[in-house]
């Protein structure tokens, strides 16, 4: 019988600190894994936490522009109070949203805690069990995460194949049944997180899009009048714009590492753990970064 979330996170807890006395070397590299897997889960929600406030503050700054935008126009103030409604509805949403990635990833830590008692430990039963609790919870939330939409994009449009793991041969005989019913569905849960950074990361790139179709628009007027003496080489950075690496696309490498490194080891091969500890430790400096000189938002 499955246990409830209320159930499963304290047992997650309990479970390690009793098996860890029993530890074994038999599965290392999933144990490892599993303590990556922690790790990401700590940091990844600070990612979600400057998605949304980039956010607002991109938000903020279109407001400002209508607003300064309406003497000129000959524009009341009602259109911009119904654009100052719609766009709080719309960024509850997204703040909705993204708790639900949030939860998810509590649900994926507690994962990764009894999956390292699993591999770690040999009198696995009562982690066997959690584990397998967990991984039902996951099985529950993915078709709500799919249906999730921001503006006109759908997580599930996100998600890229998930091909069938044939799992490797495990000393641990708990560990391996484990795997062999679950790893399909944890996996998934995984390709769910990279695919919400996914499809931020198009907002981003379709937003970016937008400024220079303006930007270009721009530089058209200034050619039928004098133009200013860097044209040429503004033009062309305008048109060679790249999205510049932020906390969304470390979320989003991260996430890669993480299923590819699950993908490799559940199969029974060598993984690549200092490629995913790299990638989680870039995703920490660059939240730290951000948070550190408050660039979060757009000015």
Same mark, same amino acid.
């Not at 091969?269 to 939240?287: C, H, N, P």
């Given at each position: 019988m499955g246990l409830n979330y209320?159930?499963?996170r304290p047992t997650a807890f309990a479970v390690l600190a009793s098996l860890l006395i029993a530890a074994c070397a038999s599965n290392e590299k999933i144990a490892s894994f599993a303590q990556s897997g922690i790790a990401y889960t700590e940091e990844v929600p600070k990612a979600y936490d400057y998605a949304f406030a980039q956010a607002v503050d991109r938000n903020s700054a279109d407001l400002i522009k209508q607003r300064e935008r309406l003497p000129a126009n000959r524009l009341s103030g009602d259109r911009l109070k119904q654009a100052y409604g719609?766009?709080?509805?719309?960024?509850?949403?997204?703040?909705?949203y993204l708790g639900v990635m949030k939860r998810h990833l509590t649900t994926l830590q507690d994962y990764f805690i009894v999956l390292y008692a699993l591999a770690s430990g040999s009198a696995s039963a009562a982690a066997g069990e959690a584990a397998d609790g967990l991984a039902g919870q996951?099985?529950? &939330? $993915?078709?709500k995460i799919k249906d999730i939409s921001i503006g006109d994009k759908v997580l599930r449009d996100f998600v890229?194949?998930?091909a069938s793991l044939t799992v490797g041969a495990f000393v641990n005989a708990r560990l391996q049944e484990h795997l062999a019913a679950h790893a399909d569905t944890v996996r998934e849960g995984i390709a769910l997180q990279e695919a919400m950074f996914g499809l931020l990361l198009e907002i981003e790139s379709d937003r970016q899009e937008i400024k220079v179709d303006h930007q270009v628009a721009k530089e058209l007027a200034d050619l039928r009048r004098d133009l200013p003496a860097d044209w040429k080489e503004r033009r062309r950075q305008v048109l060679a714009f790249q999205l510049a690496p932020g906390p969304i696309s470390a979320a989003e490498e991260a996430s890669r590492q993480l299923g590819s490194n699950f993908?490799?080891?559940?199969?029974?091969g060598q993984g690549t &753990? $200092?490629?995913?500890?790299?990638?989680i430790a870039y995703l920490d400096t660059v939240v730290r970064l951000y948070e550190a000189n408050k660039l979060g938002g757009e000015q």
């Amino acid at each position: 019988m499955g246990l409830n979330y209320e159930q499963v996170r304290p047992t997650a807890f309990a479970v390690l600190a009793s098996l860890l006395i029993a530890a074994c070397a038999s599965n290392e590299k999933i144990a490892s894994f599993a303590q990556s897997g922690i790790a990401y889960t700590e940091e990844v929600p600070k990612a979600y936490d400057y998605a949304f406030a980039q956010a607002v503050d991109r938000n903020s700054a279109d407001l400002i522009k209508q607003r300064e935008r309406l003497p000129a126009n000959r524009l009341s103030g009602d259109r911009l109070k119904q654009a100052y409604g719609e766009n709080n509805e719309a960024l509850k949403r997204r703040l909705d949203y993204l708790g639900v990635m949030k939860r998810h990833l509590t649900t994926l830590q507690d994962y990764f805690i009894v999956l390292y008692a699993l591999a770690s430990g040999s009198a696995s039963a009562a982690a066997g069990e959690a584990a397998d609790g967990l991984a039902g919870q996951l099985a529950e &939330l $993915s078709p709500k995460i799919k249906d999730i939409s921001i503006g006109d994009k759908v997580l599930r449009d996100f998600v890229g194949p998930i091909a069938s793991l044939t799992v490797g041969a495990f000393v641990n005989a708990r560990l391996q049944e484990h795997l062999a019913a679950h790893a399909d569905t944890v996996r998934e849960g995984i390709a769910l997180q990279e695919a919400m950074f996914g499809l931020l990361l198009e907002i981003e790139s379709d937003r970016q899009e937008i400024k220079v179709d303006h930007q270009v628009a721009k530089e058209l007027a200034d050619l039928r009048r004098d133009l200013p003496a860097d044209w040429k080489e503004r033009r062309r950075q305008v048109l060679a714009f790249q999205l510049a690496p932020g906390p969304i696309s470390a979320a989003e490498e991260a996430s890669r590492q993480l299923g590819s490194n699950f993908d490799q080891l559940v199969q029974g091969g060598q993984g690549t &753990l $200092s490629s995913l500890e790299r990638a989680i430790a870039y995703l920490d400096t660059v939240v730290r970064l951000y948070e550190a000189n408050k660039l979060g938002g757009e000015q």
